[in-house]
């Protein structure tokens, strides 16, 4: 049972890491994302994991202090953190499967949002998410022609950040379009943010079954000492003849 709680103590610093991930990651495309709520279950598996290390300490204490009540108490919690995690396995699948239509209604904004000359934050974002996944325009680099953006420059050309990273001497200029990357970033943001929503979901199925064993060893623990005698003689007041 000692392992099995230091195993809930580094699990509980992994939960937090992962959340934590979630959120830093889904700030670089919150952009082609606007439905907050899909960070619902990055804010649970942090609270699971603030919560798993203050359930380690409650179990530590009961082991050590061989309580009865607390070890009863800290498989309670466990079970709640238990059906939590289940949610959040639940709610990662069903968000996961929104991700390609929150794209899809975003996506197309956000392009012709786009200001190449005085960039918000808007505009930052398409320029990482182009170098960042070497892609360019939504499906591919001719979509850059329906922008506004593209209309008013007039030079036929797309953003720097389309360019190739390999290549010092791109311009952008659709007249060389072997220099752009040619995969549309669309399909890739969608990629990576269902990716993102998988490390939840199995973060939260790991840790599901790491809990379920420490519920199932401390219920042993408290059978075995219900039954024991010097046990049961502690609690009554009594002495052996």
């Given at each position: ?10 699990a509980a610093g992994i939960l937090c890491y992962v959340g934590a991930y979630v959120f830093i990651t889904y700030d670089d ?109 939504i499906h591919n680099y001719s979509d850059w022609e329906n922008t506004v953006w593209f209309k008013q420059t007039k030079n ?86």
């Amino acid at each position: 049972l000692t392992m099995l709680l230091c195993l809930l103590q580094a699990a509980a610093g992994i939960l937090c890491y992962v959340g934590a991930y979630v959120f830093i990651t889904y700030d670089d495309y919150d952009h082609f994302f606007e439905d907050v709520y899909t960070l619902i279950p990055a804010v649970i598996i942090i609270a699971v994991g603030t919560l798993l290390f203050i359930i380690g300490l409650i179990g530590c204490c009961a082991t050590i202090r061989e309580s009865r009540c607390g070890l009863a108490t800290f498989v309670i919690i466990l079970l709640l953190v238990f059906i939590t995690e289940v949610v959040v396995v639940v709610l990662g699948y069903i968000y996961r499967a929104k991700v390609e239509d929150e794209v899809d209604h975003s996506i197309r904004k956000v392009y012709n949002g786009y200001n190449g000359t005085n960039p918000d934050a808007a505009s930052r974002a398409i320029d990482y998410v182009q170098r960042q996944l070497r892609c360019c325009g939504i499906h591919n680099y001719s979509d850059w022609e329906n922008t506004v953006w593209f209309k008013q420059t007039k030079n036929n050309s797309v953003p720097l950040s389309c360019c190739k990273a390999a290549l010092s001497n791109c311009t952008g200029s659709l007249t060389r379009p072997m220099d752009l990357y040619s995969e549309g970033c669309e399909a890739l943001v969608v990629k990576k943010l269902q990716e993102i929503m998988m490390y939840v979901i199995w973060a939260a199925l790991a840790f599901a079954a790491i809990q379920l064993l420490g519920m199932l060893c401390a219920c042993v623990v408290l059978c075995r000492r219900s039954r024991d005698p010097a046990y049961e003689l502690l609690i009554t007041g009594g002495t052996y003849a």
